[in-house]
């Protein structure tokens, strides 16, 4: 089960009936849900695509609707940056396979051929859910980091290159010369603003990048 009680699955399909029955089985997991009947009505009302969730998410996407299809919902979806964090499993009654292995190939989370087991389908929601999640928590972690750097100024990023690659204070300040004191102040300065004890430590964080 989810560790997320605000996490939502979207579903988009045409069909009435599977979208209200997909939602009957997603609350017996107490999992919210939000229908759209086509995947024009996905991308023109649904959250997702004015900013990135906050919450885990994922989508429960038709392959064989009107006049957008999933797969072409899917490459539209592919162009948005943060779209790992939203983890895509197609439902089709007319699966074949070339189609399922090239669509997970692109980054779908599952193909599920109709009619599913339900519970076998609910473990699929549910583990999609934990893996937006976790790529939600990297994501977060990448801008923080990216905040961080934004807030150096020039010479203390000069500082931290030198200091990463490992040069002492000495080495550092004959090659952006100036005084090994301005140096142990801008690393002081930079190891503040990153929030780290340490080159080691900040070489590590700085990897995350």
């Known amino acids: 089960m989810t560790q997320h009680p605000d996490a939502k699955v979207y579903l988009v399909d045409d ?3 599977v979208r209200e029955a997909l939602a009957w089985l997603l609350r017996t997991r107490r999992l919210l849900s939000e229908g759209y009947d086509s995947a024009e009505a996905f991308q023109a009302g649904a959250p997702v ?3 990135a969730p906050e919450a885990p998410c994922c989508v429960l996407l038709d392959v064989r609707m009107g006049e957008m299809s999933g797969l072409a919902l899917f490459e539209r979806l592919l162009e948005l940056p943060w779209q790992a964090a939203m983890p ?3 439902l089709s009654g007319h699966a074949d396979v070339a189609t399922a292995v090239d669509a997970v190939k692109r980054g779908a989370f599952d193909f599920c051929e109709k009619p599913f087991s339900d519970n076998a389908l609910v473990d699929r929601v549910e583990q999609a ?3 937006s999640s976790d790529v939600q928590a990297q994501q977060r972690i990448k801008r923080e ?3 961080r750097l934004d807030g150096l100024t020039d010479r203390e990023r000069d500082v931290m290159d030198l200091v990463v690659a490992g040069l002492p204070n000495k080495l550092v300040a004959d090659q952006l010369n100036i005084s090994v004191r301005t140096v142990e102040v801008h690393r002081s300065r ?3 603003k990153m929030g ?3 080159a080691v430590e900040l070489a590590n964080v700085l990897r995350a990048t």
């Open 15 to 17: 069909d009435a009936g």
């Open 49 to 51: 695509w004015a900013a």
């Open 88 to 90: 895509v499993i197609f």
């Open 129 to 131: 859910l934990n893996r």
């Open 145 to 147: 980091l990216q905040q």
């Open 190 to 192: 930079v190891f503040d």
């Open 196 to 198: 780290v004890k340490s």
